[in-house]
């Protein structure tokens, strides 16, 4: 069970830095080619311009975030990270009447990633409990 709870804790640390580098570089790369007509459906509760600031606050948090918990500090920040990505993900790809799958493949693959932000929380939260002498 220790074994186990390393790998995941460890996941969420490549998760949360992939997803927010990953955010932050679409974020940024929108913000310098000064585009106005992208939609991004899977953020459901941010429209517009608002999508564009949500993703590279986002993106930040989850860099930040995973950097500060490898060295030891602010593992609640990963944890509170980890989940939001989860519930962006759960939401907006699976719940939200907004987003279309483009096929079988496509409709797996956001499961898998939808899993993995799954087992990144959980990971973030095996993080926050006391080690036993």
Known sequence: MNFFAVVLRFWSYLFAFAVGLLAFGVGF???????????????????DGAALWALLVLGLL??????????????????????????????GYFM?????????????????ATLGALGATFGALMALRKQRA
């Open 62 to 91: 989850g860099i930040i975030s995973s950097v500060l918990a490898l060295k030891g500090r602010a593992k609640p920040l990963l944890a509170v990270f980890c989940s939001i990505a989860f519930v962006l993900m759960a939401y």
């Open 96 to 112: 939200s009447p907004v987003y279309r799958f483009d096929g079988s493949s496509d409709a797996w693959g956001t499961f898998a």
């Open 29 to 47: 790369i929108l913000l310098i080619s000064g585009s106005s007509n992208f939609r991004l459906e899977m953020l459901p509760w941010f429209k």
